[in-house]
């Protein structure tokens, strides 16, 4: 899952990165409403938390050309206004949520868990495609009683897979949602990540199989007997 966190606050946004990243979300960060809106128009957010008081452009216009825009992610909205009337203001344009800082960043990432359970794409704990599940919590592919860790960006590539079984999902977008749009990563590397995927998928004796695309990208299928 890809968070964009956008707060003019440097030290507390990179603590909040750090327990994102920690709890395996992808993170890309801005520091001021415009880059953050810029970002955030490209659609490619599961979450967005937002600051409302920020140089060049507050929260809450940014909420408003989201909603404008038809842009539906959800918003988590920050602020250290804890006045009802301000809470009531980022509800009615559009916010899902709202938390008042000072906060627990267990409250943070409760509050983040619980926007996603409302995406209809979410399914759980645990997905599953056919004969594996893969398990959030632990960060395990499993087949029957036979299980494996993965890495974080392994879980991640397998996670977008299988939210996104049925359909083909190219390099760029991988690159998009887990390495984020400063990355120096390059198609080669996705190659890499998704080697180490089918050899795990072998060692567990499992029949599903990510198959490349030649020219499109890759989706899941299961091997013919």
Known sequence: MKVLLVDDERQLTSAIAVILKQNKFSVDVSYDGEDGLDKALTDIYDVIIL????PKMDGITVLKHLRKNKISTPVLI?????????????????????LTKPFDTNELLARVRALLRRKSEFTGDVLSFG?????????????????????KK??????????????????????????????????????????FL???????GSKTEIKSLRGIGYTLGEKND
Not at 131 to 151: N, Q, V, W
Not at 166 to 185: C, L, N, R, V
Not at 198 to 204: E, Q, S, Y
């Open 51 to 54: 600051d409302v008081m920020m």
């Open 78 to 98: 920050l602020s250290a206004k804890s006045e009802v009337i301000d809470r009531i203001e980022g509800l009615n344009n559009g916010a899902d949520d709202y």
């Open 131 to 151: 004969d594996i599940t893969l398990d959030r919590d632990t960060f395990e592919i499993c087949k029957e009683s036979h299980k494996i860790a993965l890495g």
């Open 154 to 195: 392994e879980f991640q590539i397998m996670e977008m897979l299988i939210l996104n079984k049925g359909k083909s999902i190219d390099k760029e977008k991988f690159i998009e949602k887990i390495w984020g749009y400063d990355t120096d990563a390059e198609y080669n590397t996705i190659e890499v990540y998704v080697s």
């Open 198 to 204: 089918r050899k795990k998928l072998l060692a567990i």
